[in-house]
C-alpha cells in the first residue's frame, strides 16, 4: 500500500473537493426546491390577490400590493439564477479539483499488470463467442421490448388508414361549409343577422302597415351600445364591462331571457381588460350569426362563438386593439365568412386588417393589412360587377376586397375624419359618407385606384357624421346627430327634401318598404314617408334612451334602449312578463 | 476509499447538471394592461461563413495532427494535449456545433428535403474523419472528438467490460444512428444532437433528461473508458466500419510482438485482441459451420420481421414530429375539449392548430406516410445490424499477435509505450541482451 504524503494529500484533496461539491449541490438543491414549490404561476397568493381584484377591480392598494409582489417574484427570480450560474461555477471547479486529485492518487496507486499466460485460450474463444451471441440476442429482445414499450404506451387518435384519414381531413373544415350546413339567401333575408339587416342596407323585406306599438319590453342585464340581431324566434345582444362581457338571448315572442353566456378564459386575452373609452363601451360591435352560430366581438379584441343554446363553439383573442374611442365596428356574416374589420391607430395604420374567419371553426380563412387608422364603420358584401365584394370605409380609403381571398379589388381615397357611417349598397351605386362633409355614389366594378373615375356623384348637404344612410333604389335617405333627415335622388344626389324633426339622432334610419323608420336618441319614434314627398307618417314616444339601430324581423322591430330591450309590433298588447 | 470519492464527484456533477436545468425554467409574462406587445423571439443570425470554413480548417489541420502524432510519432502526450484543444475549441467554443457526430442527419435531412442544401463545411465535418478513418483509422476518435476528450478526461481507474458484453452492445450505435437518420428525413428534428450527453457541458445549460443522462455517462465515464464512445456514438459507428478496412492500421509494436500481453493490459477501452488459436478441435468445427448456416439463413427473417414490427411503430415514433404531436392535440381537443384559462404555451398551440386544423392535418397524414416508410426501414435496419453482428460472431478471427481491433481501437495510442519493443525503440528500456541488463 502506496502511503506517501504525496498520496495522503492527493486523497485529502479529494475529499475536501468531494465534501465541497456536496455542500455547493446542497445550497443549490435546497434554492431548487424552494423555487419549484412557489410558482409564481401558481403562487396562492398572488391568485387570491387577483381574484380580489376581479371583484374589485378599481381598488388602487391592490393593484400596488400585485405589483409588489410580482416584482418580489421576479427579484427571487433572478437572485436564484444567479446563484445558480455561482453555483454551477464553484461545482465545476469542485469537480475538476476532485477528478484531477482522484485521478493522480490512482495512478500512484497503480500496480504494474502481471498478465499470465492462457493455456486454454482455444476454448475460451469459443464460449466467448458463444456468450457474446447470446448477449447480443438479449440486446435484441431488449430493444425489441423498449420499442413494444414505446409503441403501447404512445396510442394515437389519428387514423390508422387512408379511408379514415381522408375522412377526418372532409370533415376538419377544410372546404367550404357543406351547403346544407349554411342558411339559404330567403332565411338570411326574413331574418336581422348583423348590423342593419342581412346586407347592412338598414331596409327590411316587408312592409309595417301601421304606427307599431310595444309588445314586450325586457331588461338588458349589462351595458353595450350594440344593436340588437334576430334569428327566428331569438333576439342577441351583447354588454358588458371591463370585467366581464356577455352574450344575452331573448324569446324573440315574449321577451324572456332565455340564457347569458360569458364569453371569458379566451387563449391569450389578459385577465384584466383595461379601462374602455366611456364612449364606446366595451360592446358597442353588434353581434352577427349565420343561422347556426352567434359571435360577437368586444372592444378587448375578445371574439367568440357560440351556438343558439348558449354553450361556446370557439373562441379568438384579437386584441389589444388601438382604437381611441373604442372599437365598435360590427361583425358580418357572408355565407361561411365571419368578417372583422380590425381597424387601429390613432392618426396612421398601426396593425390595422380585415380579417375572414371560418364561422364553424374560427379558423383564419385570409387576412389582410389595411393602410388605415382606426375607424368604426362596419363592412358590408355586395354581389356586383360579377364579384362578392367587401366594402370597408376608413379614412381616408374606400377599398372592396374580394370575398373568397381577401385580394382587393378597388379603392378611393375619399374620406377624411373619424369614419362612423358605414356604407349602403343602393341603387347600384355604394353610398359612403365622409362624416359631415360629403354624401358619395361610387360604381363598384372599377379596378385599382378610382379616386377620380369612380364616382357616380356627390354632395355636401346635410351629411351625417354618425349615422348610415338608407336607400330603396331611387331614393336615398339620410340623418344627421342634431335630427336633419334629407333626401336625395339616388341617380344624381340631387336633394329632394328636408325637414328637421328636433331630435337629437344616434340610431341609423330604417327603411320599412315605404316608411322611413328614424329613431330619436331620446325616445322619440318617427315614420316618414319614404318618398319623394316628405310626409310624417308618425311620432310616438319611447321610455328610453337609444344609441342602437333598429331590428326589423319577422313583422317586428327590436330595439335595444339604453335600460331595456323592446320589441314593437302591429298591435299593441300587454307587456311580456319579466323574466 | 477512492470508490467512494468517484461517488462523490459524480454526485456532484449530476446535481450541477441538475441544477442547470432550474436555470431555464421560465418566468411567465406579465398581464400588460397599455396594449404593449411582446417582442417575439428571434433567431441569432448565422455564424460568418469564413468562419464556418475556419472551423472546417481546424478540424481537417486537427486530423492532420492526429494522424502524425499516431502514425509518426506514436505520442499519447501529443494526442492528450491535441484533445484538449478539441475539447476547448470545439467543445467550449464551438459549443459541439457543428460537429461530425450529428452532420450525417443533415446529409439525409437534405436528401429527403429538397428545400435544404447542405452546407459545404457540414459535408467536410461529416466526411472528412470518415475518409481520414479510410486510410488511418479513428484517428479523429484519438484526438479531435471534444465528446471523447471530455470522457477520456474524467477517467480515473478503467475496469474492463466483459468482452462478450462489449460486443453485443456494439451493435447499439448503429440502433442509433438509425433513429437519429429516420427522425432527420422525416424532418422531425436531429435526434442525435438533442440527446447528445455532452453537449449540454458545453453550453451551459439543457434539458432534465439528457444532463442527468450525460452526468450517468461522466459517472460511469471513471471507471469504464469512453462509454458513449463505445456503446451509443452513431458517428462512432460509421468510422468503426470505414475503419475495418483503413489502408492503415494501429500497431502497437514496431518489431515482432512479444505476446506478453502487457498491450491487453493498458488498453481502457478493451480494444486489444488476443492471438486466435491456432487449428480447431473437430468436435467444434462442424457445429460452427452449421451455426453460420443457420444465421447466414436467419438474416433475410430477421430482416424482414424487422421492416414489419418497426412498420407497427409508427403511430408511436410519428408523435415526436411537432406536426404530428399538434394534430394529435387538436383532434383530442376535439372529441374532448379542455378549457385553457392561462396562455400557456400548450392553448397558444392549439390557438394555432384551430386556424387552419386542414394544414395540421394534412400534414400529419403525409408525415404518419412518411413515418410508415421510414419505420419500416429502421425495423429492417435493427434486423440487419443484429443479424450480421450474430454472424460475424460466428466466424473465427485469423490474428497471430496482440493487436487492436481494427473497428474498435480508438487509436488513443496508450498501448505504444506498454509494449516492451516500444520503449526499447524509445531508449527508455534496455534491449533484451543489452549488457546493461547483465
Not at chain 1, 454 to 459: F, R
Request: glycine share 10%.
Amino acid at each position: 500500500m502506496n502511503t506517501s504524503p504525496l498520496h495522503r494529500a492527493l486523497i485529502l484533496t479529494a475529499w475536501i473537493a468531494g465534501a465541497f461539491c456536496l455542500l455547493v449541490c446542497g445550497v443549490m438543491v435546497y434554492g431548487h426546491f424552494e423555487a419549484a414549490t412557489n410558482d409564481p404561476w401558481k403562487s396562492p397568493q398572488l391568485l387570491a390577490l387577483r381574484e380580489k381584484l376581479a371583484a374589485e377591480p378599481k381598488n388602487q392598494p391592490l393593484q400596488k400590493e400585485i405589483r409588489q409582489l410580482d416584482l418580489e417574484f421576479r427579484r427571487n427570480f433572478r437572485h436564484r439564477l444567479a446563484m445558480d450560474k455561482t453555483g454551477a461555477w464553484l461545482l465545476l471547479g469542485g469537480t475538476l479539483a476532485l477528478v484531477l486529485a482522484a485521478g493522480k492518487a490512482a495512478a500512484l496507486k497503480k500496480t504494474l499488470p502481471l498478465p499470465q499466460p492462457k493455456p486454454d485460450a482455444g476454448e475460451q474463444s469459443i464460449k466467448l463467442a458463444s456468450r457474446a451471441r447470446w448477449s447480443l440476442a438479449g440486446v435484441g429482445l431488449v430493444v425489441a421490448g423498449s420499442l413494444l414499450i414505446i409503441r403501447l404506451g404512445n396510442t394515437s387518435v389519428l387514423p390508422a388508414n387512408q379511408a379514415v384519414w381522408q375522412k377526418l381531413l372532409g370533415r376538419s373544415g377544410a372546404q367550404e361549409a357543406p351547403v346544407g350546413d349554411a342558411p339559404v339567401l330567403s332565411e338570411f333575408q326574413a331574418n336581422w343577422p348583423r348590423f342593419r339587416g342581412w346586407d347592412g342596407s338598414g331596409a327590411a323585406a316587408w312592409d309595417s302597415k301601421t304606427m307599431p306599438g310595444i309588445l314586450w319590453r325586457s331588461a338588458i342585464p349589462a351595458p353595450g351600445h350594440s344593436s340588437p340581431i334576430v334569428w327566428g324566434d331569438r333576439v342577441f345582444i351583447s354588454g358588458g364591462t371591463a370585467d366581464r362581457r356577455e352574450v344575452f338571448c331573448y324569446n324573440a315572442a315574449n321577451g324572456a331571457l332565455l340564457w347569458q353566456r360569458a364569453i371569458e378564459n379566451v387563449p391569450g386575452s389578459p385577465l384584466k381588460m383595461s379601462e374602455a373609452p366611456e364612449d364606446a363601451g366595451c360592446a358597442a360591435p353588434t353581434m352577427a350569426t349565420d343561422g347556426r352560430r352567434v359571435y360577437a366581438i368586444f372592444a378587448n379584441g375578445d371574439l367568440g362563438a357560440l351556438n343558439f343554446d348558449g354553450s361556446v363553439v370557439w373562441t379568438k383573442y384579437l386584441g389589444p386593439i388601438k382604437n381611441p374611442y373604442g372599437y365598435a365596428a360590427s361583425l358580418a356574416v357572408w355565407g361561411n365568412h365571419l368578417l372583422i374589420q380590425l381597424d387601429q391607430g390613432e392618426t396612421r395604420a398601426e396593425g390595422s386588417k380585415l380579417i375572414s374567419l371560418q364561422g364553424a371553426s374560427g379558423r383564419v380563412l385570409w387576412e389582410r393589412s389595411r393602410p388605415v387608422p382606426a375607424s368604426w364603420a362596419t363592412p358590408i358584401v355586395i354581389e356586383a360587377a360579377g364579384q362578392t365584394q367587401i366594402i370597408t370605409l376608413a379614412d381616408p380609403w374606400v377599398i372592396a376586397y374580394t370575398l373568397a381571398d381577401g385580394n382587393e379589388l378597388w379603392r378611393a381615397q375619399l374620406l377624411e375624419n373619424e369614419v362612423v357611417p358605414s356604407p349602403v349598397f343602393a341603387g347600384g351605386f355604394v353610398l359612403v359618407l365622409s362624416p359631415g362633409s360629403k354624401l358619395m355614389a361610387l360604381r363598384p366594378d372599377g379596378t385599382g385606384d378610382v379616386t377620380k373615375t369612380g364616382v357616380a356623384w356627390a354632395t355636401e348637404e346635410n351629411v351625417p357624421d354618425i349615422a348610415s344612410p338608407v336607400g330603396n333604389g331611387e331614393l336615398v335617405f339620410t340623418v344627421t346627430s342634431g335630427g336633419m333627415a334629407t333626401c336625395f335622388g339616388a341617380n344624381d344626389g340631387k336633394k329632394i327634401w328636408e325637414t328637421n324633426l328636433d331630435t337629437e339622432v344616434q340610431a341609423s334610419p330604417g327603411l320599412l318598404g315605404g316608411r322611413l323608420f328614424i329613431l330619436g336618441e331620446y325616445g322619440a319614434l318617427v315614420t316618414l314617408q319614404a318618398g319623394r314627398e316628405l310626409h310624417e307618417m308618425g311620432r310616438t314616444q319611447l321610455p328610453d334612451k337609444f344609441d342602437a339601430s333598429p331590428a326589423f324581423a319577422n313583422g317586428h322591430v327590436f330595439l335595444r334602449g339604453v335600460t331595456n330591450l323592446y320589441c314593437l309590433g302591429p298591435a299593441v298588447v300587454k307587456l311580456a312578463k319579466q323574466p | 476509499m477512492l470508490r467512494r470519492l468517484k461517488f462523490i464527484g459524480a454526485l456532484g456533477v449530476m446535481l450541477l447538471l441538475a441544477l442547470m436545468v432550474c436555470a431555464g425554467q421560465r418566468f411567465p409574462p406579465p398581464d400588460f394592461e397599455s396594449g404593449y406587445r411582446l417582442p417575439s423571439a428571434s433567431t441569432p443570425a448565422a455564424r460568418q461563413l469564413w468562419l464556418q470554413y475556419a472551423d472546417a480548417g481546424v478540424l481537417l489541420a486537427a486530423l492532420g495532427i492526429a494522424v502524425w502524432l499516431i502514425y509518426r510519432k506514436r505520442s499519447r502526450r501529443g494526442l492528450f494535449w491535441l484533445s484538449l484543444f478539441s475539447l476547448a475549441y470545439f467543445g467550449f467554443y464551438r459549443k459541439g456545433c457543428v460537429c461530425p457526430i450529428g452532420s450525417p442527419q443533415n446529409i439525409v435531412y437534405g436528401l429527403c428535403n429538397p428545400d435544404y442544401t447542405v452546407p459545404v463545411t457540414v459535408l467536410i465535418f461529416c466526411f472528412a474523419p470518415i475518409v481520414v478513418a479510410l486510410f488511418a483509422g479513428r484517428a479523429f476518435c484519438a484526438g479531435v472528438c471534444p465528446q471523447g476528450a471530455l470522457q477520456d478526461f474524467v477517467l480515473i481507474k478503467p475496469v474492463a467490460v466483459p468482452l462478450w458484453l462489449e460486443q453485443a452492445l456494439s451493435v447499439v450505435p448503429y440502433l442509433f444512428l438509425g433513429a437519429g437518420l429516420i427522425y432527420a428525413g422525416t424532418g422531425t428534428g436531429f435526434v442525435i444532437c438533442r440527446y447528445d450527453p455532452f453537449v449540454p457541458f458545453f453550453r451551459l445549460s439543457g434539458g432534465l433528461f439528457i444532463l442527468t443522462a450525460g452526468a450517468a455517462f461522466l459517472l460511469a465515464g471513471m471507471v469504464v473508458g469512453r462509454p458513449y464512445c463505445r456503446f451509443l456514438c452513431p458517428y462512432g459507428g460509421l468510422l468503426r466500419l470505414a475503419s475495418l478496412v483503413s489502408k492503415w492500421r494501429v500497431r502497437v509494436t514496431p518489431d515482432s510482438c512479444t505476446q506478453c500481453r502487457l498491450c491487453e493490459q493498458s488498453c481502457p477501452f478493451g480494444a486489444m485482441r488476443e492471438p486466435a488459436p491456432s487449428g480447431t478441435h473437430p468436435k467444434w468445427l462442424g457445429a460452427e459451420r452449421k451455426r453460420l448456416g443457420w444465421l447466414l439463413a436467419l438474416l433475410p427473417a430477421l430482416v424482414a420481421a424487422g421492416v414489419w414490427a418497426g412498420s407497427k411503430l409508427s403511430p408511436a415514433a410519428a408523435q415526436l414530429h411537432p406536426a404530428v404531436a399538434l394534430a394529435e392535440r387538436y383532434t383530442r381537443q376535439q372529441s374532448h375539449p379542455i378549457q385553457y384559462g392561462l396562455m400557456t404555451p400548450e392553448a397558444l398551440s392549439l390557438e394555432r392548430a384551430a386556424e387552419d386544423p386542414k394544414a395540421v392535418l394534412t400534414a400529419a397524414a403525409d408525415l404518419r406516410h412518411r413515418f410508415d416508410l421510414a419505420c419500416g426501414l429502421f425495423g429492417g435496419w435493427i434486423g440487419l445490424v443484429i443479424g450480421f453482428k450474430l454472424v460475424a460472431l460466428s466466424v473465427r478471427p485469423s490474428r497471430t499477435d496482440f493487436e487492436p481491433d481494427r473497428g474498435a481501437c480508438l487509436a488513443c495510442a496508450r498501448c505504444f509505450t506498454a509494449c516492451p519493443n516500444e520503449r526499447v525503440r524509445l531508449g527508455l528500456m534496455p534491449a533484451a541482451g543489452d549488457p546493461a541488463l547483465s
